[in-house]
């Protein structure tokens, strides 16, 4: 089949280069040419200051130019293709409502190229972006607008999760494909056909708009698992005595009914998903006279969760951040990807910097090119108050307390590095739960605050 992708983002990139290994031949453009050319490389450190996923850079090595290509002009290919993938940017605005400013300018781009083929072979244009219940019906009208001629519209919503997403990508749990016609289906079938009869992997055909809302109920639903352990289970942890959070967890998840993802608990999940597509669904909701109540409350216990143990350790530890140096471990929004958007780090950074810290020493593995862009001390002179450290000893150094941002195993069991790259009076603020003999640095003046825990140590 020969498919064109919209958007070389997360989505775009890994959903091109893997359907790229099946023998598609697949072209994918963007309108970022700085990003193209890093691409069209096939060098793994030119794609990875942009998309840094385990096994990705290796895909695109082995099918360039052979399957994959990459391109910032679209109409010199547009003939003879079977389907667009739209996988394109719908960011929040500030009223929760999805921005579709970047995905109908591609459309309206593409349909009036669609409108001129020669060859009018039939051509299915499918969304992959998430995008509100209704937006493919948009999508048609557009076309319709244009006098596109033996074209369909599909909604085909992409459940990656970032850190695995190739793999995910090969094998995912499913793969949901919303149209309207037999021939959009078919051509849809023929993409996907290493997984149409697969006996592990669902496969679901069923209307655009039903697809469109599967997208939108899985990610709330796991927002709200994250959120309801956060709002919960964290918080009796926190409030009752001698509560081992591990074992409520355990306990609680033996029932098959009970899902075990989402009983983590931490500084709340991030990411460029969940917290959009909650706010999104709420708008959808509230905007048609619906409650959204659950969402709500859902979204708001998260926000709050990536803060408050700043609020905890002035509280409970009696900790005053002014004129201190703290070490920042971890500001991807979680662990094996250099993704920052939504990370909860960012909300620990300027909650650290709001409360007048001196310094910030910061250590990421993958994301500290990626953090020079979020922090720009041109945009807020308080930035340059971060430093970027090559390790985790290096960050400690100088320091008066630390926060785990971010769940990189390497910082689990940390204790004995904390103990040789630290003096006393240390706080050990960790959002993540990564330091399993946390006693031990107890029993030795270390005081420890972790989610789900009252603060463990004395107060000076
Ligand atoms: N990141 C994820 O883990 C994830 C998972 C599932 C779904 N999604 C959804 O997929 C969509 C894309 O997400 P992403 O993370 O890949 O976005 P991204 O911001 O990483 O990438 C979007 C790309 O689109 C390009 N672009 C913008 N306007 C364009 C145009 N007119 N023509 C061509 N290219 C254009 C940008 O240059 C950018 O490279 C969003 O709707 C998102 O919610 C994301």
Redesign the pocket.
Known sequence: MKIIV???????LCHAAVCSEYGHEVYA????AV?INAYQTGNASEIERFINEPGLASVIAENLNRYLFFTTTVSDIIEGTDAIFL????PPKPDGSSDLS?YF??VEYLAELLAKRVDQRRVVIIN???VPIGTARALENVLLKHNVPNVGIASNP???P?GDAVEKSRRPDRVVVGADTEADFRIIRRIYSQFVNHVRIRYIETTPETAEAIKYVANTLLLTYVSFWNGVGARLGETFPNIRIEDLKRGVTADARISTWGSYVGIGAG???FG?DVQSLIYQLQSRDQDAQILQAVYDINEYQKVYLLDRAEREAGFSFANKTIAVLGLAFKQRTNDMRDSSALKVVEGLLGRGVKAIRAYDPMSMHEATKFFDPNKNPLFSKISYEPSVKSALQGTDALVIATDWEEFRGLSRTIEQHTAHPYLIIDGRRMVPDYGELVSQGYRYLAVGSPLLGQVP
């Open positions: 919209v958007g070389t983002g997360f989505v775009g453009y963007d309108i970022d990003r996988c394109l940017p719908t970047f300018t591609a992959k972006s998430t992409e459940f990656l970032e990411g460029s998903c959009k």
